[in-house]
């Protein structure tokens, strides 16, 4: 009888996976480096007085810090004024325009109608098209509206501008969604506003959690349309705060970095908040299917 064969040792571990994961750290670490030291300076900056912004290096940390840079911020740069007028201009614009855009993309991707694609072709063409183009006919548009310097006049344009995008991304998140779970709810008498708000949104938090935080911090930060429409102080936004302030104290690097750092935090904010909510969601629809 034939000697069974030895057993044979398993192979150790290639040394090349061990060199990738090294080289994915790395990567990793640099891209950290890339985003965090201009902010690390930035904060820096914002704590020391003129004479250590112009005495010592930049990467120096402040020994006595500064704060009244932020102070200086607060009430010279109008920081609180523009501040407010950019979260009623993001709390209202971003859900209200989420919510059009999700409307219009469960009727283009679960109701049948004439025309259907080319709508959708049209909505689509919508997004490739550049703010600036249209600048000059807003304006128009909005002064005889008689709502330049206003939030709603504001407001409605930016609404239109992400429409599209929007309506698009959700369009294509919609349709991964199987219509079999509308049989089912049709079945027990949903009709299509119940279907839209109990059933289709629910399963589409990642994507509405990731718009959101895209749109608002692209509606916080916009400067083209603001710079149009905003004619008075008291209306403008952080953007052109953030300009005016700085064409007026141009050498006080100081209170300026102590404006955008604080300009920064409601974004900061939102995003931290509405993140935890997107991987969530995320790794829920990973697992079911």
Known sequence: MANPSPKR???????????????????????VLIWAVPLIFMVFTSLKSEADIFGTPAFVPP???EWGNYVEALDRGHLLTAG?????VAIIKVP???????????????????????LMGVIALGAMVPIQVAIAPLFQVINGLNLLSTNLGLILPYIAFGLPYQTFILYGFFRQIPEEIDE???????GNWRLFLTIILPLAKPAL???????????WNE?????????????W?????????????TSSYGPLNAFTIMSVFPVLIVYLMFQRYFVEGAFAGAVKG
């Open 237 to 249: 936004t952080i953007p052109l705060a953030l300009q005016g302030f700085q064409s007026q104290f």
């Open 209 to 219: 959690a990731a718009l959101f935080i895209l749109d608002f911090v692209a509606t």
């Open 9 to 31: 040792k398993p192979r150790p571990l290639s040394r090349g996976r061990d060199w990738v994961r090294v080289g994915l750290w790395v990567a990793l670490l640099f891209s």
């Open 223 to 235: 400067y083209s349309i603001a710079l149009a429409l905003l004619q008075s102080q008291d209306s």
């Open 63 to 65: 020994w006595a810090p």
């Open 184 to 190: 089912s709810a049709r079945i027990d008498g949903a």
């Open 96 to 118: 209200v325009g989420l919510f059009i855009s999700a409307a219009a993309a469960f009727a283009l991707s679960r109701i049948r109608f004439k025309r259907q694609r080319l």
């Open 84 to 88: 407010g007028n950019s979260l009623i």
